[in-house]
């Protein structure tokens, strides 16, 4: 399976709800992103977390990242129609004479139904 | 406005046709990468380079190539496309390498008959 895997595949919340998507990586990294992308569009940063942060805000995002678990959740507060997108995880590492890599999960869809 | 940009949006071509996706950025980003989308399979890496003529291999680099002579632009070559490569092709770049966060272009959508 891949390094990053998220759950829910899908989710499909009532304006004003909350919506949580969690993801799951297997080797250490140096940090965790979360992008959104809407349909046929390209993807958007939304946060990146590090190996030692434990949780970071940005308006109603909130993300947590567990790195004894190997696993971070995206959590919307409040969530409105127009938060209907996918929304992926990625996993950033660090590779010796590379840089860097960056591996994407499969995505969570999210529909916000008003 | 910051903006990375590729060209074209769609294209519909035929099996060995040579054909070249552009892509361009304005923010002075070191880093660049191209990614195809798949139903199932999620975001793969193809190339990506991390200044002007360095170029490496990512995950999924077999029918492509690419080339970086200037900072700005890191266009994709498909020398003989196949129907196999047909999908949603995504650049994307960053400041100093992959782990920073990535600004993506709008994407490019290529059918191969």
């Known amino acids: 399976s891949q390094q990053g895997e998220e759950d829910p595949q899908a989710l499909s919340i009532q304006e004003g709800e909350n919506a949580t998507m969690n993801c799951s990586y297997k080797t250490s990294i140096n940090n965790l992103q979360w992008y959104r992308q809407n349909s046929g569009r390209g993807l958007v940063h939304l946060i990146l977390?590090?190996?030692?942060?434990r949780e970071k805000h940005s308006g109603r995002l909130r993300v947590t990242l567990d790195t004894s678990k190997k696993s971070s959740s995206l959590l919307i507060t409040a969530s409105r129609a127009a938060d209907t997108a996918s929304y992926f995880c990625?996993?950033?590492?660090?590779?010796?004479?590379?840089?860097?890599?960056?591996?994407f999960g499969q995505g969570t869809e999210l529909s916000v139904k008003p | 406005e910051a903006q990375v940009t590729q060209n074209p949006r769609y294209l519909i071509t035929v099996t060995g046709k040579k054909l070249t996706v552009t892509c361009s950025q304005n923010?002075?980003?070191?880093?660049m990468s191209w990614y195809r989308q798949d139903p199932g399979l999620g975001l793969r890496q193809i190339y990506y380079?991390?200044?002007?003529?360095?170029?490496d291999k990512g995950d999924v680099p077999e029918g492509y190539k690419v080339s970086r002579k200037e900072k700005r632009n890191f266009p994709l070559i498909l020398e003989s496309p196949s129907p196999n490569q047909t999908s949603l092709y995504f650049c994307?770049?960053?400041?100093?390498?992959?782990?920073?966060?990535?600004?993506f272009g709008d994407g490019t959508r290529l059918s191969i008959l």
């Open positions: 994307a770049s960053s400041r100093g390498h992959s782990n920073q966060p990535q600004h």
């Open positions: 977390i590090r190996s030692n942060e």
């Open positions: 380079s991390m200044n002007v003529e360095v170029t």
């Open positions: 990625a996993t950033g590492l660090l590779i010796y004479n590379q840089g860097g890599k960056l591996i």
């Open positions: 923010m002075n980003h070191e880093y």
